[in-house]
């Protein structure tokens, strides 16, 4: 695929699912990937960037901080108020998934168990939020 003018924020504690995300970015062509272990990393890595990015896949079980309160906090900051914010958890129940969306959430999404449906959310989920993607 040809690579998308997109910069994207995963925020993600599992190594394994990480490098299966990271290997669906790549195929989508996002031109430039960050990467955050912990929610404390990830306010971390957005106060020290030059460029927002475009979309962040933000993890809901994280050490450190959640995924909810570094939603919470981003949603806090004028400056983040048009980062697209993708809750990406595993955890599959309407009380997540409100609470999310009530923190601020663009979207929630779970999981996908399979490599190929990976694939396929991730590359919709880069030309949904990517200006330049489409």
């Given at each position: 695929?040809?690579?998308?003018?997109?910069?994207?924020?995963?925020?993600?504690?599992d190594?394994?699912?990480?490098?299966?995300?990271?290997?669906?970015?790549?195929?989508?062509?996002?031109?430039?990937?960050?990467?955050?272990?912990?929610?404390?990393?990830?306010?971390?890595?957005?106060?020290?960037v030059?460029?927002?990015?475009?979309?962040?896949?933000?993890?809901?079980?994280?050490?450190?901080?959640?995924?909810?309160?570094?939603?919470r906090?981003?949603?806090?900051?004028?400056?983040?108020e048009?980062?697209?914010?993708?809750?990406?958890?595993?955890?599959?129940s309407?009380?997540?998934?409100?609470?999310?969306?009530?923190?601020?959430?663009?979207e929630?999404?779970?999981?996908?168990?399979?490599f190929?449906?990976?694939?396929m959310?991730?590359?919709?989920?880069?030309?949904?939020?990517?200006p330049?993607?489409?």
């Amino acid at each position: 695929m040809r690579p998308v003018d997109c910069s994207v924020l995963l925020v993600e504690d599992d190594a394994d699912t990480e490098q299966l995300i990271l290997r669906a970015l790549r195929r989508a062509g996002v031109s430039e990937i960050l990467v955050a272990r912990d929610g404390q990393e990830a306010l971390d890595t957005l106060a020290a960037v030059r460029r927002q990015p475009h979309l962040m896949l933000l993890d809901a079980k994280l050490p450190t901080l959640d995924g909810y309160e570094v939603l919470r906090r981003l949603r806090m900051l004028p400056s983040e108020e048009a980062l697209s914010i993708v809750v990406f958890s595993s955890e599959d129940s309407p009380a997540a998934v409100t609470r999310a969306l009530s923190l601020g959430a663009t979207e929630y999404a779970v999981k996908p168990t399979s490599f190929e449906d990976l694939t396929m959310t991730i590359e919709q989920m880069v030309h949904r939020y990517a200006p330049m993607a489409a």
